[in-house]
């Protein structure tokens, strides 16, 4: 399984970043997938989450200003991030929980981070 995510980058505090997942070798539509956040110093902290059934969950931080969105034609999950902080200044990681085949057990993958920095 890999989940390689993209559209990090330095953005000015009020500012908006779109942040994209794409996930290959997981049975995607049925996978519940995850947008997680660790800053230097601090725990990884779940910021959104969105179910098969397209259930969407938010970090308290968060609500009102991050949309996750996800498009199973496209094996992709999406982290729409709008009137960004500095205290949003951190790595993402895309998170997928699901099965590789559709046998197997289900398992907890991470991808590599994609950095944002909120600053002016």
């Known amino acids: 399984v890999q989940l390689q995510a993209s559209g990090g980058g330095l953005v000015q505090p009020g500012g908006s970043l779109n942040l994209s997942c794409a996930a290959s070798g997981i049975i995607f539509s049925p996978s519940a997938m995850n947008w997680f956040r660790q800053a230097p110093g601090n725990q990884r902290e779940l910021v959104a989450s969105?179910?098969?059934?397209?259930?969407?969950n938010y970090a308290d931080s968060v609500k009102g200003r991050f949309t996750i969105s996800r498009d199973n034609a496209k094996n992709t999950v999406y982290l729409q991030m709008n009137s960004l902080k500095p205290e949003d200044t951190a790595s993402y990681l895309c998170n997928a929980v699901g099965r590789s085949r559709v046998t197997g057990p289900v398992g907890n993958y991470w991808g590599q981070g994609t950095q944002v920095t909120v600053s002016s």
């Open positions: 969105i179910t098969s059934g397209y259930y969407t």
